[in-house]
């Protein structure tokens, strides 16, 4: 959990350019990479997170999190959902 409002607005602005923990930067960049372009994913992605101490199940957590967040928001905008104010 994020406790710093400071933080989080300099990630919603620019993640890249927060001062950030290097678990967290990782994390940051493979859900980027599995959103932009799953295809170009690899081991080695998955190994950058194992090298920061996420383990296998956290990496499992953090690709089903990432797609469902994806899915969710397709499926919203497949169907012409609007977002509340």
Do not use: C, H
Request: aromatic share 8%.
């Amino acid at each position: 959990m994020l406790r710093d409002d400071d933080l989080l607005e300099r990630i919603e602005s620019d993640w890249r350019s927060a001062p950030l923990e290097p678990r967290r930067r990782a994390m940051l960049v493979y859900v980027e990479k599995l959103t932009r372009s799953p295809g170009a994913v690899t081991q080695a992605d998955v190994e950058a997170l194992r090298e920061v101490g996420f383990g296998d199940r956290d990496v499992l957590e953090i690709a089903e999190v990432t797609a469902y967040y994806a899915y969710v928001n397709r499926i919203a905008s497949g169907l012409g959902v609007e977002l509340e104010p």
